[in-house]
């Protein structure tokens, strides 16, 4: 199959271009940015070598289906849809901060308290907790945005001290995360999901508006257990039934691989890949609701451009 690892065009009007790990960032003009989700996968920080069918366009839709269904409660720099792997929108200052929310004791959080640990981010974790657990209340525990390598865990007094985000425009944020948490979590409960955890990110327009960018409720950005079946597989203490990229770092965990130095990132089979990306389709289909239709993926990349040049040109 064919996938989008890069994009090579240049638009009109463009003044720079960021390469995420995911996305690419296109500034133009007129405080546009032109998003183009990839189909790279990234775990434990680092780019896998094969792209996945379907990603960006998957993680691109769920995005845009989420914006519209939080909109009402946090403003968002998104402004159209011209592809299906692309967004484009109000061009932000992003804050250096991810904030991260936890519903329940999954991922990162649980293998710090298998360690022993019983803050993360400044933030207590109750004692006697299992694995994949709820919390009494959703924590946030922010982290730092890297430009390469690891993001780091970091406290909201950290944030605040080193003046990575002023505290008035701190406590907005951790305002707006509690919110799309809250509404996330009951768009996931309505269809038969449970949203464990999430990131958002934030920026501010030239006005000074504080709004949502980049993604949001993808499987990127989200895990995802199914509601049915949660509480006895927690009493049994088996492993949760869940729809995120968490069985992704769990294949690579098991094939010796966690972004460490010196670790080589194991090869992935086609049938492998295919596994992968039919994944992320039944997420799509389930956090969204709808069906999912197969963009022509034969030009991917002269595709991308003629969308995004169209769209420009009527705007």
């Known amino acids: 199959m064919n996938t989008l690892l890069a994009s090579s065009f240049s638009l009109p009007g463009q003044q720079s271009k960021y390469i995420g790990k995911v996305r690419e960032v296109i500034s133009l003009d007129n405080d546009l940015l032109v998003m183009i989700a990839t189909d790279k996968l990234s775990a434990f920080d680092v780019v896998m070598p094969k792209g996945i069918p379907y990603k960006g366009q998957i993680l691109n839709q769920i995005a845009t289906h989420m914006m519209d269904a939080t909109k009402d409660i946090v403003p968002n720099w998104l402004e159209a849809t011209p592809d299906p792997s692309v967004a484009i929108g109000k061009k932000c200052d992003p804050f250096k901060v991810e904030m991260v929310i936890r519903g329940y004791l999954s991922g990162h959080a649980a293998r710090e308290y298998k360690l022993g640990k019983r803050l993360i981010c400044g933030v207590s974790m109750p004692d006697g907790m ?116 968490e069985f992704v770092r769990q294949w690579l965990i098991t094939n010796g691989f966690q972004g460490l130095d010196g670790q080589q990132i194991p090869e992935m089979s086609d049938e492998y890949i295919k596994e ?31 969308n995004i040049l169209t769209y420009l040109e009527n705007r």
């Open 276 to 306: 992968v990306s039919d994944r992320y389709i039944e997420l799509y289909e389930h956090i969204t609701g709808k069906e999912f239709i197969k963009a022509d993926v034969s030009t991917i990349e002269d595709r991308i451009e003629t």
């Open 130 to 245: 299992k694995e994949n657990d709820r919390f009494p209340e959703p924590i946030i525990t922010p982290a730092t945005k890297a430009e390469e390598g690891h993001d780091e865990d970091i406290s909201r007094e950290e944030i605040i001290k080193q003046g990575i985000v002023s505290e008035a425009d701190y406590m907005v944020l951790e305002e707006y995360t509690k919110a799309l948490f809250e509404r996330g979590t009951k768009l996931a409960a309505d269809k038969g999901l449970i949203l464990v955890d999430t990131k958002y990110e934030f920026g501010k327009t030239s006005e000074g508006t504080i709004v949502l960018i980049d993604e949001i409720h993808t499987p990127d950005s989200s895990r995802y257990f199914y509601q049915e079946g949660y509480e006895e597989r927690q009493a049994k203490g088996e492993n949760q039934k869940q729809l995120s990229k």
